[in-house]
C-alpha cells in the first residue's frame, strides 16, 4: 500500500485502478461545486465497488447547526474539536438525490444500494455523552467501548439516520465479492 496525496478532484490514478474505494465522512467538506466531480473521479478509479457515507437531510443538516452553535463552545472547554460541524453547516449537506445524480450520469451495467447509517436519536446521544465517553476511555481504554459496539451496530441504523451510504457495484464485481 503506498499514500497518495491528491484532491479529490483530480485523481492521479488510471481508470478502474483500485477494486474499492472509500469515500467516508469528506463530500461534506468540499464546496458544493466541487462534489459531482468527486464523485465523478472516484467512479473513474473504482473498478469494483464504490463506498459513500455522508451525513444527508434536513433533520442532520438542522442537527449540524444546533451542534455547532450550541455545544462548540462547551466542547472548546473539553478541547474537543468541533469544526467539522462548521464546515457541515457552511457548505450544506448534500442529499440522496444529488447522490445519486451524480452516480447515474451515464452509468449502465451498475448498482446502487442505499441505506441509512446511525440513528438521528442515537446520534444526538453520542454528540451529548461523547465527552464523558472519551473521559473513560482515555482511563480505561476503548477496547470494551469497540466491542459494545460492534455488537449493538446491527440495532443502531433504523430511520430517521443521520448519514446515508451508498453502495455503487459495477457490472464486472465478482460475485463473491458483491
Known amino acids: ?5 491528491a484532491s479529490a478532484t483530480q485523481i492521479p490514478l488510471a481508470d478502474a485502478s483500485c477494486d474499492y474505494v472509500v469515500c467516508v465522512d469528506t463530500l461534506e467538506r468540499l464546496p458544493p461545486r466541487q462534489r459531482d466531480t468527486a464523485i465523478r473521479e472516484a467512479l473513474r478509479v473504482t473498478r469494483h465497488q464504490f463506498f459513500i ?3 444527508s437531510g434536513r433533520a442532520a443538516a438542522l442537527l449540524d447547526k444546533f451542534f455547532y452553535l450550541m455545544l462548540a463552545p462547551v466542547y472548546q472547554l473539553i478541547h474537543k474539536d468541533l469544526s467539522f460541524l462548521g464546515e457541515h453547516v457552511q457548505n450544506g449537506l448534500l442529499t440522496k438525490e444529488s447522490i445519486c445524480r451524480s452516480i447515474s450520469v451515464d452509468r449502465s451495467g451498475e448498482t446502487v444500494q442505499v441505506r441509512g447509517n446511525i440513528n438521528l436519536a442515537i446520534w444526538i446521544l453520542v454528540m451529548f455523552v461523547d465527552p464523558a465517553v472519551r473521559r473513560i476511555t482515555k482511563r480505561t481504554g476503548s477496547g470494551w467501548l469497540s466491542s459494545l459496539l460492534r455488537f449493538l451496530e446491527p440495532y443502531l441504523n433504523f430511520p430517521p439516520t443521520y448519514r ?5 457495484s459495477k457490472e464486472q464485481c465478482p460475485v463473491s465479492l458483491c
Not at 500500500?1 to 496525496?5: D, E, F, G, P, S
Open 1 to 5: 500500500m503506498r499514500l497518495i496525496q
Open 53 to 55: 457515507a455522508v451525513p
Open 164 to 168: 446515508a451510504l451508498f453502495v455503487v
